[in-house]
């Protein structure tokens, strides 16, 4: 019987509260009548009757092809885009194929299998404007015109056998797209032409059970599988052993109303006993909670008529080998948007009304968008927390600190929390894997190589890599491109278990093995990479430490692009636990590295816990050479106050040392300073002062430093010929001393000052091989500098198309960098004339 309507004053109301509701949740209008304990039919009428019900309103009369297809051209006229614009915006989706679906021809049937549905993902382009609810709507309107709706035509009633299935969940939210992918296998299942075995697997917490059983419980599924369904918790993760095949056979039998008594006491007998009965049924099989293969194996119905719903922890991909094609469908944590809708629900309207969206996004991300966290947390916040009490960002705050003790619903229920959820995981792991494990717990993140997982654990490489196949196999790590992750709840887990089963000192030395790993690669990297540059005295790794050993510049650079995000972490873990040795060293190691990729910011920070080390160390040339390179940093971020400030204290500590070495090196520091304060005789002065003491050390590295500086600083005096000798003896002893990367500064000028003096191919001469040096070396903001020096002289010399060229790699450097000479670079461009035909650039490198 239907629910009465009501009264018409308030039927838009009701109307615009359930198509918003429907809007920000996802919700189908099923989901939404389910909520509110209603029938669907009624949702609809309600809608309806306010004019808002997409089905009714704006998509029923979509009953031809060609109709939709005249939707779709409205709508993407409303955008003031083209089709081209929209196409070419849209992964797998051609120009030729949206004009297609315009004139209502080749509409796509839903995809099969895993590969992309083009139809939805043109859909989805922001400039359509579609939300989730109406794309689904127009999904089922596709599906009908193609003939492969999912929707029976017969209501499968409410007597349908579903035997142990649990209820479902009231608050299910998002999993769009897997259960569209069970969507699809179903309708495949039903022509015969898929898998038996669908894997629903992922991290403890992650909601699979929750999702089998809404999916299970649907009209489609229902429908289809009209002998009903079978569910068995295998019991894979509990504390108690797995449930035995034979015990598992026998609840399934049960299910049927076999008498235990009855049952066989011969494995073989039992096992044929349940195929007999499964024979010819239409039956979905859930098997919750799954430990291993060898655990479902011979629960798989043999006959075609079954599908079969297997959820793990692991990742089963044994499945594939003995038990035919399995669709494996990955469950990670849920998008930020999920999040919080889920919250939304759980919360309920009262909190949620006084809630930011911020305060819940702070929550969802305090919660790491596990779904069981959420539960967790929304239930403890309503009952503990007192929301009148405390705000909900206050709270999400607290529970960021202490996540592993927070999200626990308490000594009643043990089992229901984060920590006891991946314990059971770590449980059943191998004992290498459950240490690999703990210890992976302690590298700061976010994600680490196989050799640095060697060396935190004092293994090698070959006895690494399986264990780490196990922990991804049991889904508490993931792997990409041979990168090794936690999700955040997992590595504060890993931790916490770390410092439950390990000793301190145990600790201290993984701890030890892993900065002294990427200490060692760090240092090796930068040997490749500035060969000439006077080394630190390093001290041994810790044993058991295997470091990387980049050999060139471009592994160095290589190296360093992997590690970045990873070398900023451990700096700051190296800076936290006190190893002011290591901290300091780590600095040294990183700074040509950092300085090469243009991350000064990254870099003054680095030196600042450098210098601290090196002053709590009581090192005083350590000290001092923190000072000058951390001088270095700000002067490439132009802060040349507190760069002067740090080198005329580096100066003073150098001289009482009676640091040749030192003192000069901070000379040249200066001078930039000097240089940028457009102070050129000054320069001229700091960088002579620098060569003597070059000079008294016989340091033909430094000399050659301090002349490409001197010969520099002429050349913007004007003194073009002058310059010459002091250049060119200046690339001499780069070259003398193996100092590739050195020698680019030397040729930079001398294209320079060629270019002033009207030589312009010798000046392009030069400018080429410079700039083939600092790309051999990935020096990106010298490149930039170089291209400007070529463009100059080809504009000079009246080669407008090879200036342009030149100019646009320097602005898309520039850009990159988000340099502020970009906009110079990019208003010389505007001044340039169009190119006229013109012969080729003498040694005009491709940019």
Request: glycine share 8%; proline share 6%.
């Amino acid at each position: 019987m239907a629910s009465p309507a009501p009264p018409p004053a308030l039927t838009e109301r009701l109307a615009a509260l359930l198509t918003d509701h429907m809007a920000r949740t996802g919700e189908t209008t099923a989901d939404t009548a389910r909520r509110l304990g209603v029938a669907e039919a009624d949702v609809r009428r309600w809608i309806a009757q306010a004019g808002g019900d997409p089905d009714a309103a704006e998509f029923a009369h979509l009953d031809t092809a060609a109709k939709l297809g005249a939707w779709l051209r409205a709508r993407i006229a409303d955008t003031g885009r083209t089709v081209r614009d929209l196409a070419d915006d849209t992964d797998s989706v051609s120009t030729s194929t949206v004009y297609n679906w315009l004139k209502g021809d080749h509409l796509p049937p839903p995809p099969v299998g895993d590969e992309p549905d083009r139809f939805d993902l043109f859909l989805s382009h922001p400039a359509l404007d579609l939300d989730l609810r109406q794309r689904v709507r127009l999904d089922e309107v596709r599906r009908r015109l193609t003939g492969t709706s999912l929707r029976p035509a017969a209501d499968p009633g409410t007597d349908w056998p579903a035997r142990a299935l649990p209820a479902g969940n009231r608050t299910f939210t998002g999993r769009t797209d897997e259960r569209r992918r069970l969507d699809r296998l179903l309708a495949r299942h039903a022509r015969g032409d898929t898998a038996v075995v669908s894997a629903l697997t992922g991290m403890g917490g992650t909601g699979k059970t929750a999702l089998a059983v809404h999916w299970a419980r649907t009209r489609e599924v229902r429908a289809t599988f009209t002998d009903g369904c079978l569910y068995l918790d295998l019991n894979g993760y509990a504390a108690t052993p797995p449930l035995s095949v034979d015990t598992a056979l026998r609840k399934l039998l049960q299910q049927f109303g076999a008498d235990p008594a009855s049952l066989p006491a011969d494995a073989d007998a039992l096992a044929a006993r349940y195929q007999e009965t499964v024979a010819g049924r239409r039956l979905l099989l859930v098997l919750d909670n799954a430990h291993a293969e060898p655990q479902v194996r011979p629960l798989l119905p043999a006959g075609p008529e079954c599908l079969t719903l297997v959820t793990s922890r692991k990742r089963l991909h044994g499945l594939d080998v003995t038990g035919g094609p399995v669709a494996h469908v990955p469950l990670d944590v849920l998008t930020a948007r999920e999040s919080a809708s889920l919250l939304r629900k759980l919360l309920g309207a009262l909190v949620v009304k006084s809630a930011a969206d911020a305060d819940i996004d702070a929550l969802a991300d305090a919660c790491g968008h596990l779904p069981l966290a959420l539960q967790i947390a929304a239930a403890n916040y309503l009952t503990r927390a007192r929301p009148e009490h405390v705000p909900l960002r206050e709270y999400a705050g607290t529970l960021a600190d202490r996540r592993m003790d927070a999200l626990a619903v308490g000594p009643t229920d043990p089992a229901l929390a984060v920590t006891a959820v991946l314990d059971a995981s770590y449980r059943y792991l191998s004992a290498g894997a459950r240490r690999t494990y703990r210890l992976l717990g302690l590298h700061p993140g976010p994600d680490c190589t196989t050799a640095a997982a060697a060396s935190l654990t004092a293994q090698d490489h070959e006895t690494t890599a399986p264990l780490l196949a196990e922990l991804a196999e049991a889904n508490l790590v993931s792997e990409h491109n041979g990168r090794w992750s936690f999700h955040d709840l997992v590595r504060d887990h890993a931790a916490l278990t770390a410092r439950r089963a390990d000793a301190d000192g145990a600790r201290a030395e993984a701890v030890a093995r892993l900065l002294d790993h990427y200490l060692h690669s760090a240092f090796a990297a930068d040997r490749a990479l500035a060969p000439t540059r006077d080394p630190i005295a390093l001290a041994p790794a810790a044993e058991g430490t295997a470091p990387e050993r980049p050999g060139t510049s471009q592994e160095a650079v290589a190296w360093f692009g992997a590690e970045q995000r990873v070398l900023h972490h451990v700096c700051a873990r190296a800076d936290a636990d006190g190893h002011d040795a290591r901290t300091w060293a780590l600095a040294w190691s990183l700074s040509n590295l950092l300085d090469h990729s243009g991350a000064w910011t990254e870099m003054a920070a680095v030196w600042r816990s450098g210098l601290a080390a090196a002053r709590r160390l009581g090192d005083d040339a350590g000290t001092a050479i923190a000072l000058r390179t951390l001088a270095y940093a700000h002067l490439q971020l132009e802060q040349h106050d507190t760069a002067q400030l740090h080198l005329e204290q580096a100066l003073a500590v150098f001289d009482r040392l009676g640091d040749h070495t030192g003192l000069a090196h901070t000379y040249i520091m200066l001078s930039h300073v000097s240089e940028s304060q457009q102070l050129p005789e000054a320069t001229l002065d700091l960088l002579r002062h620098a060569l003597e003491h070059y000079r008294a050390v016989g340091s033909l590295d430094g000399e050659a430093r301090a002349l490409s500086g001197i010969g520099w600083t002429l050349v913007l005096l004007g003194r073009y010929e002058e310059a010459i000798p002091d250049c060119e003896r200046a690339l001499d002893l780069h070259l003398q001393c193996g100092n590739r990367s050195g020698s680019a500064g030397p040729l930079d000028s001398l294209g320079y000052l060629h270019h002033r003096l009207g030589n312009y191919e010798q000046a392009v001469e030069y400018l080429r091989r410079a700039l083939a040096v600092h790309r051999e070396h990935a020096n990106l903001r010298p490149q930039a500098t170089v291209l400007v020096h070529l463009g100059e002289a080809h504009e000079a010399a009246d080669r407008p198309g090879a200036a342009r060229d030149a100019w646009t790699g320097a602005l898309q450097i520039y850009d990159d960098l988000d340099h502020p000479e970009a906009g110079h670079v990019r208003e010389r461009l505007a001044a340039l004339p169009q190119a006229a035909d013109e012969g080729p650039a003498p040694g005009l490198p491709s940019t």
